[in-house]
């Protein structure tokens, strides 16, 4: 098991389990799809890649005014 996932922090930083489920999900359909990970791949997983990018604060999942739909955008 992932040890970030043990804790409460990388819930708390998603907004949610629901929305923690999302954003990985979605990430790792992108990494899978060719987008360049935020992190150093160091032999891991897109999912282990995922999970470093939310712990680390690279990505979130956010919803513009009037969207209909999620977005994941890169914090910078």
Do not use: N
């Not at 922090?9 to 060719?34: H, S």
């Not at 680390?56 to 994941?72: N, R, S, V, W, Y």
């Amino acid at each position: 098991m992932i040890e970030a996932l043990k804790s409460d922090t990388i819930v708390e930083k998603a907004g949610g389990r629901f929305k923690l489920c999302t954003l990985i999900q979605r990430r790792v359909v992108q990494l899978m799809e060719g987008a360049r990970p935020l992190v150093d791949r160091a032999g891991r997983s897109d999912l282990e890649i995922a999970i470093a990018e939310i712990v680390e604060g690279k990505i979130t999942l956010e919803m513009p005014p009037g969207a209909a739909t999620d977005a994941l955008m890169p914090t910078t």
